[in-house]
DNA sequence: GTGAAAGCGCTAACAC
DNA sequence: GTGTTAGCGCTTTCAC
């Protein structure tokens, strides 16, 4: 960590015998100075216990060694994110960069200069979001940016795939009328899963059957959603949920309503977590790797940085589906 | 957010005709420039979408403006910590400064210099936490730091007053036996329930029924656990769960078991989550106030930086319980 | 293969 | 009340 007093590089430099600028060098592994005299610079340094001064450096050159991160609070109650967070400074240690965490609470210019940003599942109508995609700084966005402008990189799953897997799966196992309670189109998330289950519906010509829910609800308008959705549809069988941890708050309105998941009514959510394996009956969820997403997004903004992708680039990180006891008819 | 040809100081002071120095005094407000300058300095910089080069400023100060965050990653699962980080964000952007994460993967020496450092809950055994500890940076932890050495600041909460609230409520619930769920010592927060629930134990001549599991730990662990807990003591009628997520997880154990929670068991958390409003029936928790936790966190690092605080000093952030079905006797 | 010097954008010490 | 100057620690010409 930090020394009392700082060794600089001219410290390295006069004690090793050398200049500052083959210091500076060996240290760099510039491919300048003779493997004898690197080796030497580089074990007085690491003697003298010497770290570069990256402010100096940031300032010499144009980049800066940090990256933002940026999510929005108000979907951050979830593990989902924290593991995100992890899985970003993870890889950017990996690069050598720190992360500095951008909040919507930032004023637009108030923060450091970073030499890249990750939006984790950037909400169209956030301003910092918007300014963050309209700055010259690379963006690497997890999900689509459903606004208008586009990111340098975009890591997504397939989400459309996977909720018709679900889907799928719940009529296989005697669903005949499945409702979805989905998450407001303010996300790209949001969107696709809302599109794909109309889509899904009509295919199978199936009545939808869709409350949607605003980014931050709490439980209690989960519940009355459901409450309501079950009093409307006496004959839905099964009941997906896109929200986190809304499909283990309905737990309790579909006991009181005198249904028994897994016997008369499936459930599933589209957000797993660890709660979920220890509800009583555990759910079936889509687990979204949240942790490999994270570094996925840090390393394509290192590779757009780094000139090895281009600028528009698009990949996918797998997700998958965990079936649990409350989509099994027993 | 950045500009793509940054607007420097000199380009504002060329602009509105004064020195550098002018500038620079006018628009960090040193009171050294007159009124009438010092407006049209800072209309100037306004126009000319101005702002600071941090790094810049950071290589002649002193400070960085940026704090450091530590969280240990075996303990991040949960909806605690993200809480917690945007407590810390939004007090530091109240003064302008930027949070960096650090995690127990970064290598010494290797991530910028910040201005002082915050950690949650440090672990005694993790390297990373003892260099910060030793290093010369202002560090202020939440909850103590059980290994050697003395942080800068502590924020801390009564756990051991709260504990006893709980195991209180248990009894006058009707509870007689009461087993606890511990995590492992290697935190303040661990190591003040274990010895909380033994004294009180001891006070109240009640043989103490502990079984210790370590962080991180899997669910299967917890419930393990428990089940042998059940079976060694039947008489056992109350269950305090330390661990996060230990709880929710207990749940069908205790029904496999053949147990009715809030009848013959009382169950109760020691950090209250979303997911135990919603568990069937709703368990009883003590809510740690994460948020205000990390806010409170920050605010004494920067009271410290300032001088507004003494090196040593320790605040306390209250907690509350939070009683629901799970500890009410039917 | 190595060194000297310039300068990144800013703030602080010292003029006037 | 304002300007001039000297660096903070590094990287990058350019010279030898």
Redesign the interface.
Known sequence: ????EPVTLIAVARVAGVSKTTASDALRDSGRVSERTKQHVIAVARRL?Y?P????R??RRAS???IGLHLP?IL????Y???F??GV??EA?RH?H????L?S?????????VDGVILGDPLETDPVVR??I????PVVTCERFTGEGAPAGVVLSDHAAMLEELLDHLVAAGARHVAFLASSTVTDWGRTLQRTYLDWSERHRRRPRLREMAFGSP?TVTQDNVRALLNADPEVDALVCAPD?AA?????VV?AAGRTIGRDLLLASCVD???L????P?ITAIDLRPRDAGSECARLLFDLLSGEAETGTVRTQPIGLVERASTRMA
């Open positions: 960590m930090s020394k009392d216990g770290s001064n990256p402010a100096a940031s300032l800066t060694g940090v609070e951050t109650r979830s593990e994110y924290m593991s967070v992890f400074v993870d240690a050598n720190d992360v500095t965490l909040t609470n930032h004023l637009p210019g108030s923060f450091h200069r300014g963050l309209d700055s010259s700084v439980s941890g283990a708050a309905v737990l309790p006991r977590s660890t709660a394996a220890h509800t009583d555990p």
